[in-house]
């Protein structure tokens, strides 16, 4: 039996995602068992995490599991991923050994771990957790790397919860780019246009200019995705006309892919669409519609407070439900093996 992964939702086919989100919400509703009981998760992360770490170690507990976070680079050595490598710098070990050995220690591996902001042809292989798949012997979740798949299902879940039902479609879905000081990692975007187009609704990518759309792999999913799930998807670069009637205002920042590593240029063009900041006169214009973030997030750079403290804001209840949906994927990975 080939090894089960979750790397990203594109690899799960629509009966496997509904069944995820299903016993999510039954999580939600009674949070402790017994699915993970005497089994265990190793947590790595290369980059920062408060709710992902939080929600992790948490779920595996609740579900009687234990959890080992490790940083390598910190508390654990530093590792090496490329094939091939004399390994005469700062790493170690090789994933090769890493992998495999952490496999004979526990049942299930978490992997988080950012691009390198250097050279997108380069980060949107995901090589750090493509590398750990093909070592470990054990199924390999994705933490977020170049995509975030728990938060699309924890997106997910709060939308179909806050409209009442599973049926999404005929949903007008606003994936909007917001200003930030910083380029951001595109993995929040690249996985909300993933999953909105998944469900069925009719998503518009709203950013700044051309040069702010997403990487093509990304828009091709979204365009497979409504070919197969019903909705549309366009993209549109006018605030007023892509608000108006939205039942969803969904706001993420990133950079601009064609200035990835060479950010100077970029940040004139972030810089003169501060506009694009989610505030009460935009949400006005939506049919009011509900307003969410993946959380961590600037007030009143990407939103305001009057959006954040409104009661369009489900950005805590989608916050939430990271708990829930990582313990349905933890314990659906274990069952299957």
């Not at 993209?235 to 200035?259: C, F, N, Q």
């Not at 961590?296 to 954040?308: F, G, Q, S, Y």
Request: proline share 4%.
């Amino acid at each position: 039996m080939t090894l089960r992964h979750f790397l990203s939702t594109q690899d799960w086919s629509r009966p496997d995602l509904d069944a995820l989100l299903a016993q999510a919400a039954a999580f939600k509703r009674k949070k402790l068992g017994d699915a993970l009981k005497g089994r265990s998760i190793a947590l790595l992360f290369f980059n920062p995490s408060m709710r992902t770490r939080t929600s992790f170690e948490l779920g595996a507990f609740q579900l009687g599991g234990h959890a080992i976070v490790l940083q390598p680079g910190k508390d654990a050595w530093p590792i090496e991923f490329e094939a091939g490598a004399v390994m005469d710098g700062e790493a170690e070990e090789h994933i090769a050994e890493v992998a495999r050995v952490l496999s004979r220690y526990v049942d299930l591996i978490g992997v988080r771990a950012f691009p390198k902001f250097k050279d997108w042809s380069v980060d949107r292989e995901d090589r750090v957790i493509k590398a750990i798949a093909q070592y470990a012997t054990v199924p390999v979740i994705n933490m977020e790397t170049i995509t975030h798949p728990m938060q699309e299902l924890a997106h997910i879940l709060a939308l179909q919860q806050h409209f009442g039902g599973a049926d999404l479609r005929g949903k007008k879905y606003v994936l909007t780019w917001t200003y930030h000081p910083k380029p951001l990692n595109t993995a929040v975007a690249n996985s909300a246009l993933q999953i909105a187009t998944r469900y069925g609704m009719d998503v518009t990518l709203l950013c700044p200019t051309p040069e702010y759309a997403l990487d093509q792999r990304y828009l091709d999913f979204a365009e497979r995705n409504v070919a197969e799930n019903g909705g549309s998807f366009a993209i549109s670069h006018d605030v007023e006309s892509t608000y108006r009637g939205a039942d969803v205002v969904y706001a993420k920042s990133w950079g601009a892919l064609p200035y990835f590593g060479n950010w100077e240029p970029e940040k004139p063009i972030r810089d003169a669409h501060k506009h694009f900041i989610v505030d009460e006169a935009k949400m006005a214009l939506t049919n009011n519609g509900v307003f969410s973030h993946c959380l961590p997030l600037r007030r009143n750079i990407k939103a305001t407070d009057a959006v954040m403290d409104s009661r369009a804001c489900i950005a805590i209840d989608e916050a939430e439900n990271r708990l829930h949906v990582q313990k349905a994927v933890m314990a659906a990975l274990v069952a299957g093996r």
